[in-house]
């Protein structure tokens, strides 16, 4: 028998206010034309004035508590995937905890910027696997729209605010790969590529700063680095691509997610895409889109999922999970 980190219970959050990309044309030079060829994008939400990234994860993180038919006090531990948190401190997860009326337990965040949500994921499994926790809360939540440069076309018309949350629970299982719950993981970085996609500001510098990104340059590296850690995440596992139902990838660019399924062997009739209405959400694009996906109904017990991201670090990573 092996403790497996089962998932059971999905939800998410997006803030009210949608933004076309014909909106950008106003006041940059680009079209919906350009945005939608080349990243896939035809709209995305931002956060209302005032509204937090810990307001959109307890949201989120509240309907994935309903959707298990669980409280709060069900909870020992809460994981916030996000480079975007309320304040430098405390963390956003302890902000969510509150909101949550939880008063036990504990709460932390994970900052792998995109690649978050996969490393949030695979801290959650190792925590449940080693018997530290019950039930982990995984969000990923995020306020990109605050750290952009509305006047940098190559960033600006990229990403969207949002929150994804999964809760995880312990099951003694059959330790095969045909058990449900998560079955592998691998992260990875190379801090050589830290140039290549990072925020000029900070703490230390006395301002929040700008996203900033060489963003063919982190194309080039996506698509064989998220091919690469998908095949050997399924690896570890015993698995192939041939066995997959589903891949769910960190949604920045459908050309990334055409290219990363091409070169596994696998159709675009077996990933779940969601870039089209939430644009690149960083560390919530991945529990945005196994939320939605369950919801349109393309996502079933039972199915085998690979999520996979790549982000500023370089950070990248898959996880392989049985629904
Ligand atoms: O989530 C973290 C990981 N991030 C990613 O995975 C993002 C990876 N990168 C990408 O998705 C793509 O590289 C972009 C969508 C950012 C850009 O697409 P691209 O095909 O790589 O274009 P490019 O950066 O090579 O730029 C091509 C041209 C340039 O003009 P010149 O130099 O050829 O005259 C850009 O200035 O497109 C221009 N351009 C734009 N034109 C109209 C850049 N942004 C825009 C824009 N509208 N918004």
């Known amino acids: 028998m092996t403790r497996r980190a089962v998932v059971v219970g999905t939800g998410h959050y997006l803030p009210e206010r949608v933004v076309k990309n014909a909106e950008f044309e106003a006041t940059l030079d680009t079209t919906d034309e350009w945005i939608r060829s080349r990243s896939g994008i035809e709209r995305r939400h931002f956060a209302a004035e005032g509204e937090t990234t810990s307001d959109m994860a307890a949201k989120a993180a509240t309907r994935a508590l309903a959707d298990a038919g669980l409280t709060a006090d069900d909870v020992d531990a809460i994981i916030v995937a996000t480079s975007t948190a309320d304040l430098t401190f405390p963390s956003a997860a302890t902000m969510v905890q509150s909101k949550l009326g939880m008063t036990k337990g504990f709460a932390f965040d994970v900052q792998a910027v995109c690649a978050g949500f996969v490393y949030a994921l695979s801290n959650a499994n190792a925590l449940i696997a080693s018997g530290q926790a019950e039930r982990v809360l995984v969000i990923g939540a995020e306020t990109f729209s605050r750290i952009m440069d509305w006047t940098d076309r190559g960033t600006c ?6 929150a994804g949350a999964l809760l995880l629970e312990g099951q003694e299982l059959a330790g095969t790969n045909k058990d449900r719950g ?10 050589r590529y830290k140039d ?10 006395q301002s929040t700063g700008h996203l900033r990104m060489q963003g063919n340059q ?47 062997g696998l159709s675009m009739d077996n990933v779940v895409v969601t870039v ?15 939320s939605v996906g369950k919801e349109r109904g393309q996502i079933k017990e039972g199915n085998l999922i690979v999520t996979e991201a790549i ?3 370089l950070a990248w990573g898959a996880v392989v999970v049985r629904w």
């Not at 194309?219 to 589903?246: C, I, M, P, Q, Y």
């Open 311 to 313: 982000g500023g670090g």
């Open 182 to 191: 998560i079955l592998s993981t691998d992260l990875n970085s190379d801090g």
């Open 218 to 264: 982190v194309f080039r590296h996506a698509v064989e680095k998220l091919a690469s850690t998908a095949n050997t995440a399924l690896d570890k596992a015993g698995l192939a691509a041939s066995d997959v139902d589903w891949i769910v990838p960190h949604q920045a660019n459908i050309r990334i997610i055409q290219g990363t399924a091409k070169k596994m």
């Open 196 to 205: 290549l996609l990072y925020v000029d500001g900070g703490v230390s510098t």
């Open 157 to 162: 018309v990229l990403f969207g605010d949002g």
């Open 276 to 290: 089209q209405d939430h644009g690149n959400t960083s560390a919530a694009s991945i529990p945005l889109a196994l």
